[in-house]
């Protein structure tokens, strides 16, 4: 008899995954005002950049209460909440002035809206490696890939940790680039003392169901200047402009607004982020010092800048020659141990289909409009970028739901991984 549970041995852990999203009476609490309140939605136009000119309306806002708070917290003059952070990166860019013929630099190993919304622009997504020991974007890369369209760089705290802000601040100025943080995972994360995305010119982030605060679906921009604050909130109100009539559209816009019950869970969510966060620093040291010691299982490093890591995904590098075993196997081991896991992303960004057949727009813009003087092969990127390539080999990921548990739950873990490596001969004699 197999002790794996795959094949019949005793689960290690068999209480149900730790719930996400949490939320209690107070969520309740918060919706139901909003719902009897029948204020679904607020004219918060201006709010976030500091300009509304119907200030009395907005004090009871939800909306206006939590992107205030959030932008606060993060350490940003100003906060646009929106529809969602694939919005909130077009609207970004937008406001940044990318469009046509210019190029966006975007690490390989990402989620698809961190490069398809410099493609929603009109302009073209270069993709660069990441650093093999954080799977953040490797600074080096992006000055290599810089020529003379090149307008930004959007670098992506991968999993709620910085990246290096210092050299990408440095490269920026020194080539005139402005800098978009995409900080989908990082609600609370720091780059030494100061929060992630306030230290490009914007920064956005994520209330997906998935993200470490939710509201279903959200988006917030950071920023810290007013005129490209006011032009987001433009952009997020279909062009309008503050102080003008209703109908009156100034520029091209989208209809990218947060709503009132989004504004009210998020508060609440908020609330619970710094003791959650905290609760993940805690136990993901844990798990880093007791996996460290199973051989092929490596974990990833923290640079001293990243202070404070939001732990939106714990992760791992899984080596199968060290272990013995295929990722594959060892995944369904795991899985079948009561602990979900998952390999991530199968590919890098450049091998989705999208890219390598250009599936842009009916007549192959931007590459055929005549702004580009590129034709970019995307199935080239893979020679220039084998750290995303491995990482998609090699990662195993742990959701961050995991991290909010108690001790046991860590051990759990830390206990089924080492089981599996204890019989891995079985899974060598009888492949699944
Ligand atoms: C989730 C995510 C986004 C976009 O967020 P949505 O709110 O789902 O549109 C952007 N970038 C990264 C890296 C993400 O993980």
């Given at each position: 008899m197999s002790r794996l549970a795959l094949f019949g041995g005793t689960p290690t852990r068999t209480r149900p995954l730790l719930p996400w999203p949490i939320f209690d009476a107070r969520e309740e609490k918060a919706l139901l005002e909003v719902l009897r309140s029948g204020e679904w939605w607020c004219y918060s136009f201006g709010a976030g950049s500091g300009r509304a000119d119907n200030r009395e309306d907005l004090s009871r806002s939800k909306l206006v209460e939590f992107q205030k708070a959030f932008a606060e917290m993060q350490g940003a003059k100003y906060g646009i909440a929106c529809a969602n952070g694939t919005g909130a990166l077009e609207i970004a860019l937008k406001a940044l002035g990318v469009g046509p013929g210019d190029e966006v630099i975007v690490p390989?190993?990402?989620?698809i809206a961190t490069a398809s919304a410099v493609l929603m622009v009109n302009a073209i997504p270069i993709f660069v490696d990441i650093d093999y020991n954080t799977f953040n974007i490797d600074p080096q890369r992006v000055e290599e890939a810089i020529n003379s369209k090149t307008k930004a760089i959007m670098p992506v705290h991968f999993a709620g940790q910085a990246a290096d802000m210092g050299a990408l601040l440095e490269i920026a100025k020194r080539h005139n680039l402005a800098i978009l943080e995409d900080a989908a995972h990082a609600h609370g994360a720091t780059w030494n003392e100061r929060g992630l995305g306030?230290?490009?010119e914007l920064g956005t982030f994520s209330f997906q169901s998935s993200k470490n605060m939710t509201a279903g679906e959200g988006g917030l921009i950071l920023a810290n200047d007013q005129s490209l604050a006011a032009l987001c909130e433009s952009y997020i109100w279909g062009g309008r402009e503050v102080g003008r009539p209703w109908y009156e559209h100034h520029r091209l816009g989208w209809n990218y607004r947060m709503t009132e019950f989004q504004g009210a869970i998020l508060i609440q969510q908020l609330a619970r982020l710094p003791e959650q966060n905290a609760k993940r620093e805690h136990n993901a040291f844990y798990l880093t010092t007791h996996l460290s010691k199973i051989p092929g299982i490596s974990v990833l490093t923290t640079p001293?800048?990243?202070?404070?890591?939001?732990?939106h995904i714990f992760i791992f590098r899984f080596q199968e020659r060290e272990f013995g075993i295929p990722r594959k196997d060892f995944l369904r081991a795991l899985e079948k141990e009561g602990i979900p896991c998952s390999f991530g992303y199968a590919h890098p960004l450049y091998n989705n289909p999208v890219f390598l057949n250009q599936n842009f727009y009916p007549k192959g813009c931007p590459f055929t409009c005549g702004h580009s003087e590129r034709n970019l092969?995307?199935?080239?990127f893979a020679d220039l970028c084998p750290n995303a390539e491995r990482a998609c080999r090699e990662a195993v990921w742990l959701e961050?739901?995991?991290?909010?548990?108690e001790k046991s739950d860590m051990d759990a873990i830390v206990e089924a991984i080492g089981k599996i490596y204890e019989c891995r001969q079985e899974l060598v004699r009888t492949p699944v």
């Open positions: 390989a190993y990402s989620f306030t230290i490009g001293r800048f990243a202070k404070i890591h939001s732990h092969d995307y199935s080239s961050h739901r995991h991290l909010l548990g």
